[in-house]
């Protein structure tokens, strides 16, 4: 999974995709086919009983698409987005049970909160009149009900409406801060020096919903933020968190999750390997850095250790189309000499040559992209520590070895017991606190978008309802599942937006593929059948769609 607003990987993808050229029957065509929207992240959560449960949660998509221009998360951009959030919270709650009763904000809530937005829009990134915004958060935070609010301490779970909004509003408080000072300069990494629960609680953050709600808990297990791995140790700079909320709520494109369509090997590093190559980009494999030597701050030579004569390497090979990156390196390749791994930290196999890269003859300049646990395993940067900037990179960040699984089953989510979408879900059980469905995107892998089963049978990729939504055709007759629907009411082919788990411009995108079908009866799943279509019927659902 990618987020949303990793613009920089996004747009190098989109130009390794207009670049390259896949092989014949490859399912991986163009940036669209091997990154896949996704919106649906539950949160995890145990009830009083000690039982696990999820919280359904969609994010809203947008027009914009990944890789389309720069992700600059501006200040005032990004208080105004949470404004945003604010109030759909809000509008959550009105008439909303809560415990024993419903709760609806006053109308000074809504003044206030709609005299933030006007103000959040004529902000730009200047400095702003901060007593005024800081009167305004108090009396929005005044006319949202405490009592509504102490509810949470009892489950903060029940109410995880209240909880965002308890939270956004903590985070909101501290960026206009004065004392902070972060609204001056925008320098997040000031806040460095607490733990991120500190900064919120100290900004009104209630004590409940900060230390026990998955919501928050979501970003520790998403980014691993736990001292030695441990759960019961959350640990993450204030600062860095902030950006992390800020960057993930508000700076999105298009979904705020993305699907690779196959393994991270197949979807990104092989075809960023063949345009590469093809450009003529020399890859050297298996070669192993044991020291770097160092002087007046710059490495002026590199001692690597070459562990096998590759001359001649291939690392990819073509299945169904597909260009795979193994998981292991072709040891007949490599005379078979070698076997085991060359990555292990003992007994690794003995290198048969040695060599010595110089500053100025073999090298301009330095791209150091070795990991920081193997930096500081083999003291391979020390001569660089007399820098205080990198030496505090070296010893400042803890580390977390985190465990990665996949489990292939041939029952299905339902089957499993999962009765809703495929998820993306956090804050599950531990060890396996994440986990996503994948199952949709291998189907599009397997029968490579369209397959043609028979003369007058054929199956058609329509992902948007779900990532991998598909509509059977059997001769005239169109079998759609909950792609479609029949409105009796309206008397014409409908799609639900409302209950779209995928993106909505995408399933309409899959319409625009079944224009040329044609189709006489059409069996959905929702509503009645749909006989005896008149010509013209499916464009005109693509046309009520866009209206929709």
């Known amino acids: 999974m990618w987020f949303g607003f990793y613009e920089n990987a996004f747009s190098m993808m989109r130009e390794v995709y207009a670049a390259w050229d896949p092989p014949p029957g490859c399912p991986l065509t163009d940036f669209d086919r091997a990154f896949l929207p996704h919106s649906y992240t539950p949160i995890g959560f145990r009830s009083a009983d000690g039982k696990a449960h999820p919280h359904d949660v969609t994010w809203p998509v947008n027009e914009d698409e990944p890789g389309r221009g720069q992700v600059r998360m501006t200040p005032w951009g990004a208080v105004t987005q949470l404004l945003s959030l604010c109030r759909r919270a809000i509008e959550a709650l009105i008439d909303r049970p809560l ?206 250790a070459v562990q096998a004569d590759a001359q001649d390497y291939r690392p990819t090979f073509v299945h169904r189309g597909l260009v795979v990156w193994p998981e292991e390196p072709f040891w007949d390749q490599l005379g078979g000499k070698f076997s085991g791994d060359f990555e292990r930290r003992w007994n690794k196999p003995e290198p048969v040559d040695e060599l010595v890269l110089r500053d100025g003859p073999d090298y301009d300049e330095l791209i150091l992209a070795i990991p920081l646990g193997a930096i500081r395993e083999r003291k391979l940067a020390d001569e660089l520590r007399v820098h205080e900037p990198f030496a505090r990179m070296l010893d400042a960040p803890s580390l977390v070895p985190t465990a990665a699984a996949q489990l292939w089953m041939d029952e299905s989510l339902l089957e ?11 804050g599950w059980t531990y060890p396996l606190s994440i986990w996503a469905d994948h199952r949709g995107e291998s189907i599009e892998l397997l029968v490579d978008g369209d397959l043609q089963l028979a003369d007058d049978l054929e ?90």
Request: aromatic fraction near 8%; glycine fraction near 10%.
């Open 99 to 304: 415990g024993d009763r419903t709760w609806t904000p006053s109308a000074g809530a809504l003044r206030a909160m709609s005299r933030l937005q006007e103000r959040g829009r004529d902000l730009g990134d200047r400095p702003a009149d901060l007593g005024a915004w800081r009167g305004l958060l108090r009396l929005l935070d005044k006319a949202l009900d405490r009592r509504a609010r102490a509810l949470t301490s009892r489950n903060v779970d029940e109410h995880p409406v209240i909880a965002l909004l308890d939270l956004i509003l903590a985070l909101l408080t501290a960026m206009v801060d004065p004392d902070e000072g972060v609204a001056h300069d925008w320098d997040f990494d000031r806040w460095n020096h607490m733990e991120l629960r500190q900064l919120l609680k100290k900004h009104g953050g209630h004590p409940a919903v900060v230390d026990h709600w998955s919501g928050l808990r979501m970003i520790y297990d998403s980014t691993s933020q736990y001292r030695q791995g441990d759960p019961k140790q959350p640990d993450m700079a204030a600062g860095t968190g902030a950006r992390v909320v800020l960057r993930t709520m508000t700076t999105y494109k298009g979904s705020v999750l993305y699907h690779l369509a196959a393994g991270a090997g197949e979807t990104f590093i092989s075809p960023l390997y063949e345009v590469l190559k093809q450009r003529g980009v020399r890859f050297e494999m298996f070669h192993d850095v044991r020291e770097l030597t160092c002087s007046e701050g710059r490495v002026d030579s590199v001692r690597i």
């Open 459 to 548: 199956v058609r990729f329509t992902p948007g309802h779900t990532a991998g939504s598909h509509c059977l055709r059997a001769g005239d007759v169109l079998f759609t599942g909950d792609h479609l629907a029949w409105s009796r009411a309206r008397q014409h082919l409908i799609a639900f937006r409302d209950a779209c788990w995928d993106s909505w411009p995408r399933q309409i995108g899959s319409m625009r593929t079944l224009s040329g079908v044609e189709v006489r009866h059409v069996l959905p799943a929702h509503g009645a059948p749909a006989f005896d279509l008149q010509p013209g019927a499916i464009d005109a659902c693509i046309a009520w769609m866009e209206g929709a």
């Open 416 to 426: 499993l017991g999962w009765i809703r979408p495929p998820p993306a879900l956090v």
